[in-house]
T-cell receptor, first 110, second 115 residues
Framework: GQNIDQPTEMTATEGAIVQINCTYQ??????LFWYQQHAGEAPTFLSY????GLEEKGRFSSFLSRSKGYSYLLLKELQMKDSASYLC???????????FGTGTKLQVIP | GAVVSQHPSWVICKSGTSVKIECRSL??????MFWYRQFPKQSLMLMAT?????????EQGVEKDKFLINHASLTLSTLTVTSAHPEDSSFYIC???????????FGSGTRLTVV
C-alpha cells in the first residue's frame, strides 16, 4: 500500500516563507506532485519532481529526496491569496496512478 | 495547455435517482481518465481509473455497480451515480492524462448534493 503524511494545518504571516513537508512510503515510485486547492475548487498543478533536488518556479520551490521518501514545498513572499490547501501526491505504478495525501491547509495572516 | 472540461459544475438530485457527470479533454486525447471523490475537509480519494475502450479499474471499497464509468472515446469519460443516496453527496473531480507526456490535468469538479 501507500502512505503519505502531511501536516494538517499551518499558519504563516504575509511576506514570510513557509515550508510544507510531505513524507511517503510507496512501491513503484515514479514522481511526486504538489497541487494547490482553494476551497470548493479543483486542484491546480504546482510542481512535479522526479529526480532528487530542488526545483524552483517563481515564488514556489519543491524538493525531493527519493532515498528518504521526503519532499517539501517552499512558498516565499507569502501573499494572502496563498491561503489554500496544498496537496502532496505520489505518482506510482504502471497505470499512472496518483495517490493524494490528506493535504495541508495553509492560512496566511496579515 | 491541456484543458479538461467537467459538467455539470453542481447538481442537486433526489434520493434514488441517477446523475451523470461528464469529463471531456478539449485539446488532447486522454488515454487514461481518473475519477476522484472529495468529502469536506478531506483529500481527494481515487475512485476508479478508466482507459479508453476498456473496463474501468475500481479502487477497493468503491461499488462498480453504483458508480458506472464509461470511457467510450479518447476525449470523453462519464461517471454515473446510480440510485443516489445523501451519503453520496460530495465533490467529484475527474482528471485526464496522455501517454505522451504523462501530463495530469484536472476538471473543475462537480458538487453533487443528494436530498
Amino acid at each position: 500500500g501507500q502512505n503519505i503524511d502531511q501536516p494538517t494545518e499551518m499558519t504563516a504571516t504575509e511576506g514570510a516563507i513557509v515550508q510544507i513537508n510531505c513524507t511517503y512510503q510507496t512501491s513503484g515510485f515514479n514522481g511526486l506532485f504538489w497541487y494547490q486547492q482553494h476551497a470548493g475548487e479543483a486542484p491546480t498543478f504546482l510542481s512535479y519532481n522526479v529526480l532528487d533536488g530542488l526545483e524552483e518556479k517563481g515564488r514556489f520551490s519543491s524538493f525531493l529526496s527519493r532515498s528518504k521518501g521526503y519532499s517539501y514545498l517552499l512558498l516565499k513572499e507569502l501573499q494572502m491569496k496563498d491561503s489554500a490547501s496544498y496537496l502532496c501526491a505520489v505518482f506510482s505504478g504502471g497505470y499512472q496512478k496518483v495517490t493524494f495525501g490528506t493535504g495541508t491547509k495553509l492560512q496566511v495572516i496579515p | 495547455g491541456a484543458v479538461v472540461s467537467q459538467h455539470p459544475s453542481w447538481v442537486i438530485c433526489k434520493s434514488g435517482t441517477s446523475v451523470k457527470i461528464e469529463c471531456r479533454s478539449l485539446d488532447f486525447q486522454a488515454t487514461t481518465m481518473f475519477w476522484y471523490r472529495q468529502f469536506p475537509k478531506q483529500s481527494l480519494m481515487l475512485m476508479a481509473t478508466s482507459n479508453e475502450g476498456s473496463k474501468a479499474t475500481y479502487e477497493q471499497g468503491v461499488e462498480k455497480d453504483k458508480f458506472l464509468i464509461n470511457h467510450a472515446s479518447l476525449t470523453l469519460s462519464t461517471l454515473t451515480v446510480t440510485s443516489a443516496h445523501p451519503e453520496d453527496s460530495s465533490f467529484y473531480i475527474c482528471s485526464a492524462s496522455t501517454s505522451r507526456n504523462y501530463g495530469y490535468t484536472f476538471g473543475s469538479g462537480t458538487r453533487l448534493t443528494v436530498v
